[in-house]
């Protein structure tokens, strides 16, 4: 397990579009430092999901500066991310897993980052599931943050490095 470490929250925070992004991310970083006067709570997920509701916001703001998605689909209230992004409907015309493919070498390597993090950091948090509320621990929440935080910094690297041979807009 990687550490949450405040260095790697300061690193996250370089790729983050907006301050409502930044807000929720520094949330946790608080929660987090507050926590530690706890012995046991029953499901932690709480920790994940300003993470995940952050996430989410990063990932159409990253997906509209690469130009996979367009301004209308970008302000929509029927944009879905996970729809999208998720490698069972790669082929479907809308598929952001596909276009990330088609974009670039690199992209399917990303598109799996995405999706994993997009998997574990939201879908298992805010979904409940009969039989298996699948409630995480201390440990197992900061392990979906710590996916998510990779899942932003590598796309962020990703991006940087298609800006040098695209005409992008800068992050900042």
């Given amino acids: 397990m990687n550490e949450l470490t405040p260095e790697l929250f300061a690193e996250v925070d370089k790729y983050l579009f907006g301050p409502e992004q930044k807000n929720l991310i520094a949330d946790v970083a608080i929660i987090l430092n507050r926590l530690q006067k706890f ?6 997920s709480f920790l ?3 993470v ?5 916001g990063y990932l159409k703001d990253f997906f509209l500066r690469i130009n996979i998605i367009d301004d209308y689909a970008y302000k929509s209230d029927r ?3 996970g729809k999208t ?15 990330l493919i088609d974009l670039d070498e690199k992209g ?17 948090i805010f979904h409940y599931f009969p039989g298996n509320l699948k409630n995480i621990d201390l440990p197992g929440a900061e392990d979906r943050i710590n996916m998510v935080f990779r899942a932003i910094i590598e796309s962020g690297e990703f991006y940087k490095m298609h800006l040098k041979n695209h005409d992008l807009e800068p992050l900042i």
């Fill in 85 to 99: 992004l998720n490698p069972s409907l790669r082929y479907k015309r809308f598929s952001i897993y596909q276009k």
């Fill in 108 to 124: 399917e390597e990303l598109a799996e980052i995405l999706w994993t993090a997009w998997k574990y950091g939201r879908n298992e």
């Fill in 52 to 56: 995940s509701k952050a996430y989410e």
């Fill in 48 to 50: 994940v999901s300003p």
């Fill in 79 to 81: 944009f879905r991310v």
């Fill in 39 to 44: 012995d046991h709570i029953s499901d932690y």
